[in-house]
């Protein structure tokens, strides 16, 4: 038994609007990187990626694959030694889209999929090609209830694991305020009891979830979905158990003792996290639309309802709700942010915040190691007491939210401003 750090929601480079660097060879760099154990592959539904996926990689422990060592062993030799022992593992799983019509209402969802064997891939995928176009997009949209397609894919093997993705994004989440449904059982009628698990989904975090009473017993995943390899691990799931696949989705059907908990963004950091409308630069609290009666000053259509919005609206238990012995929650700034932020640079990817990075990393480790498990005093030591403020900062929770909507991501900061930041740098530099 070990603690794993797994991500199962990623895109490879055959899904629209993706880094190029998204292929086996980067997931794997930045898996190592960020210090993931379990990735998985993403879009094994495309032929072109499949063939990718039969071709690089090679099975591992139970129902894990590991990328062949001719192609691993040049990555290895490039990154910090720091990481290099760093175990990545792959399980096959794909998003898909299905749109249709159910209740007089046309459904937009998105689910993860995830299969213990490229076999079973291989025999869904055969399933899935007679009712849509797999070839068009890494994640493929099929014309089927999701009900449907979770029977296909239990029918393909029963030890899949099927989990509702993002589930309160407006426009694509199963309880979605534009074509998403009230409850499980509203959605997947006589096949509820085989939905096990679902994901938070950037905008929402397990407290947010726990107030709903549909979600008792369902297991809270979360995950990156990341479109880059950089992106890995902005969310991810923590599980204590053996390195294979039954015994890591064991964990997520049972919600046992083995699922430890998840890592979070801050909730406010989600694009859709309040309402609000992008083209008139409108962003409400839920008490503000409803005041409008949901609709913008500006244009005078409908706002777009975002994630803790319609989360009010179903749920049945008040803020701050926790069930008897929850399961652990923390929440992360990436990384390359943190740094920029202290740097006072527009992005993360200029050349001195990446620098800067891979020397956190040369000195202390993977990145989830420096934001969640190393000592401030060793991030002191090191040579970064910027950042190990920042780190301090983190960890307790002291940090300045800005709400996203409407598709505008939200900002997580340390500091309050550009003058706070300034005025502790050199507070440091006359100690």
């Known amino acids: 038994m070990q603690e794993l750090i797994v991500d199962l929601h990623i895109h490879s480079h055959y ?11 980067g997931l794997y760099r930045w898996g190592k990187l960020k210090g993931i154990t379990i990735i998985g592959t993403g879009d094994f539904t495309h032929p072109a990626w499949f063939a990718e996926l039969h071709e690089k990689l090679e099975p591992a422990e139970p129902g894990l694959f590991k990328l062949k060592d001719d192609l691993a062993e040049p990555i290895d030799k490039s990154l910090p030694p720091s990481v290099r022992g760093q175990m990545i593992r792959f399980v096959p799983s794909v998003e898909i889209a299905t749109i249709y019509k159910k209740g007089e ?7 993860l999929i995830i299969m213990p064997s490229l076999q079973s891939v291989a025999e869904l995928n055969a399933r899935l090609e007679r009712i849509g176009n797999l070839k068009a997009d890494g994640r493929p949209i099929l014309g089927l209830d999701s009900k449907e397609l979770l029977r296909h894919a239990l029918e393909t093997d029963q030890r899949a694991l099927y989990i509702p993705a993002h589930i309160w994004t407006p426009w694509f989440g199963m309880f ?13 009628e006589e096949l509820a009891p085989e939905i096990h698990a679902i994901e938070t989904g950037l905008s929402s975090d397990p407290g947010m979830n726990w107030r709903v ?11 990156s979905d990341a479109h880059s390899p950089q992106k890995l691990g902005r969310e991810a799931t923590v599980v204590q158990s053996a390195l294979s696949y039954d015994d890591i989705v064991g964990a997520i059907k049972t919600n046992d003792a083995r699922l430890v908990g998840t890592i979070e963004f801050f909730p406010e950091e989600g694009k859709y996290h309040y309402d609000g409308h992008r083209a008139c630069n409108v962003r409400f ?6 005041a409008h009666r949901g609709m913008c000053p500006v244009c005078g259509k409908p706002l777009v309802v975002g994630v803790e919005n319609r989360l009010d609206s179903l749920a049945t238990r008040p803020e701050n709700y926790a069930p008897k012995n929850p399961k652990r929650v923390e929440y992360i700034i990436p990384l390359a942010e943190i740094l920029a ?17 891979h020397e956190v990393l040369d000195r202390l480790g993977n990145e989830f190691a420096v934001l969640r498990t190393v000592p401030q005093e060793a991030i002191e030591l090191a040579g970064f007491p910027m950042l190990k403020l920042a780190i301090e900062r983190l960890r307790n929770g002291q940090v300045v939210k800005d709400p996203g909507y409407d598709g505008i991501y939200g900002t997580i900061k340390v500091f309050k401003d550009a003058s706070e930041r300034q005025e502790t740098v050199n507070q440091l530099s006359l100690l």
């Open 213 to 223: 009473a549909n979600l008792d017993g369902i297991t809270v995943t979360s995950h």
């Open 15 to 25: 899904s629209r609007a993706t880094s190029k660097n998204c292929n086996l060879e």
């Open 105 to 111: 209402r046309v459904r937009k969802l998105h689910q």
């Open 341 to 357: 932020e202290l740097a006072g640079a527009k992005s993360t990817g200029g050349k001195a915040v990446t620098a800067q990075y």
């Open 176 to 188: 979605g305020s534009k074509s998403g449904f009230d409850s499980i059982q509203e959605a997947y």
């Open 285 to 290: 609290t839920p008490a503000e639309t409803k």
